[in-house]
C-alpha cells in the first residue's frame, strides 16, 4: 500500500512538472465531478486557496467585485478552499459554499477542497508555484510585516521556499495558461485589478 502511494506522488511530480500549461490540469468541482481546465482556454484566470474563518475571508468580497467588473471581459476566478493553514476552512465543500454565497454572494466557480503544499498537495499547485515562489510580504504595509513576523518565528527561512504561505494566495494566469504573477494574501487588490486590466486589454 505505501508502495502504491509513493508511485502515485511520483506520478503527480511527473505530471506536475512536464505540464506546459495551467489547461494540462483537471480539478474537481463541489459536486466531486472531474473539470479539465482547459475549460477555460482563452480566459484570463485568477487562481486562490481560500478559507472561511481567516482575517483574510472578506477578500470574498473583493473578489466578487472583481468577478463582476471583468467575467464579461474575460476574467474568471477559480476558488479552492484550503483547510491548511490555521485549520481555517472547516466543513464540507457544500457547507463553504453555502456561507460563501449566504455572506458574500458569491458568483465565481467553487471547487473541491483541496491541499495546496505537501505530499497531498494537488497536481495543479506543485505546477503554479514552480512557475512562480515566493517574492515576500510588502514589510511595510502592516499586515505584510505581521505576516513576516509570524512564519519566520515558525521557520527562519520561510521566504527561501515556494511553498503556499497563507490563505488568499493569488495567482494570475493569462488567456494562453501560463502564470504571470503571484500575489500573497496582504498584496492590495488594487493592483491585482491593475494587472488584469492590463491583461484583459492584450489583443
Known amino acids: 500500500m505505501k508502495r502504491l ?7 503527480t511530480g511527473v505530471l506536475a512538472l512536464s505540464a506546459q500549461s495551467v489547461y494540462d490540469f483537471k480539478v474537481k468541482d463541489d459536486a466531486g465531478s472531474d473539470v479539465p481546465l482547459s475549460n477555460y482556454k482563452g480566459k484570463v484566470l485568477l487562481i486562490v486557496n481560500t478559507a472561511t474563518r481567516c482575517g483574510f475571508t472578506p477578500q470574498y468580497k473583493e473578489l466578487e467585485t472583481l468577478y463582476e467588473k471583468y467575467a ?22 457544500q457547507e463553504i459554499h453555502q456561507f460563501c454565497t449566504a455572506n458574500y454572494d458569491i458568483h465565481f466557480p467553487q471547487f ?23 517574492g515576500g510580504f510588502d514589510l511595510k504595509d502592516q499586515r505584510g510585516k505581521f505576516m513576516d513576523d509570524m512564519l519566520r518565528k515558525r521557520d527562519a527561512d520561510f521566504d527561501k ?10 495567482f494570475l494566469v493569462s488567456r494562453d495558461g501560463q502564470v504571470l504573477k ?5 498584496d492590495k487588490i488594487s493592483d491585482i485589478e491593475s ?9
Open 195 to 203: 494587472a488584469i486590466q492590463a491583461e484583459l486589454n492584450k489583443k
Open 72 to 93: 464579461e471581459a474575460g476574467l474568471e476566478i477559480l476558488d479552492f478552499p484550503c483547510n491548511q493553514f490555521g485549520a481555517q476552512a472547516p466543513g464540507s465543500i
Open 112 to 134: 473541491d477542497k483541496i491541499e495546496v503544499n505537501g505530499d497531498g498537495e494537488h497536481p495543479l499547485y506543485t505546477w503554479l508555484k514552480s512557475q512562480k515562489g515566493f
Open 161 to 170: 521556499k515556494a511553498d503556499i504561505k497563507w490563505n488568499f494566495t493569488k
Open 182 to 186: 503571484r500575489y500573497e494574501p496582504t
Open 5 to 11: 502511494f509513493l508511485c502515485l506522488l511520483a506520478m
